[in-house]
């Protein structure tokens, strides 16, 4: 027998003052637009209908709203001090020898130049090795397939986060 209850995480979530909902919401994805619009359906009867809601929101977005998402997300292997979801995230890249991340900086930096925003890789579970060369590739990408790309990678960054959010007991 299944459950149809909505788990505690997302209850107290749809159970949220206004606020308290909108400011969770823009630490998951730091768009207002998103934010907006996920706020906006609440209650959510189950994660799913929240996780498709993101889903749509992400694909929404637009020009301007992703370099609001993206200005959200710190250089890979450079957290923001104190931001645990950045540090978690970016694990992968703890154990990078100091030639890695320079060399990821230097990466960094070209991208940002190329692209005129951070380099955004869902990075949970990459290796500081796997994120390098996804820069790498990357790089050579036209803007507007890179513009594509990253909203695909900040669509998985949202749902990990959005997970971790409802699944919080």
């Given amino acids: 027998m299944t459950s149809t209850a909505t788990p505690p995480g997302l209850a107290r979530f749809n159970a949220l003052e206004e606020q308290a909902a909108y400011t969770a919401l823009l630490e998951v994805c730091a768009s207002t637009a998103w934010t907006r619009r996920l706020l906006a359906a609440r209650p959510y009867a189950d994660p799913d209908a929240l996780y498709a809601k993101s889903d749509a929101a992400t694909a929404a977005l637009t020009e301007a709203d992703l370099a609001e998402a993206m200005a959200g997300h710190p250089p890979i292997g450079r957290p923001e001090p104190g931001d645990p979801t950045s540090a978690r995230e970016q694990r ?15 990466l960094n930096l070209a991208y940002q130049e190329k692209f005129g925003h951070v380099f955004l890789i869902c990075a949970t579970g990459r290796t500081a090795e796997e994120m390098r060369d996804a820069v790498r590739d990357r790089l050579g990408n036209p803007p507007e397939e890179e513009r594509e790309i990253v909203r695909t990678e ?10 971790r959010l409802v699944e919080e007991d």
Avoid: P, V
């Fill in 92 to 106: 992968g890249m703890a154990g990078a020898t100091d030639e890695l991340r320079a060399e990821m900086l230097e």
């Fill in 154 to 163: 900040l669509g998985k960054i949202n749902l990990i986060r959005l997970t």
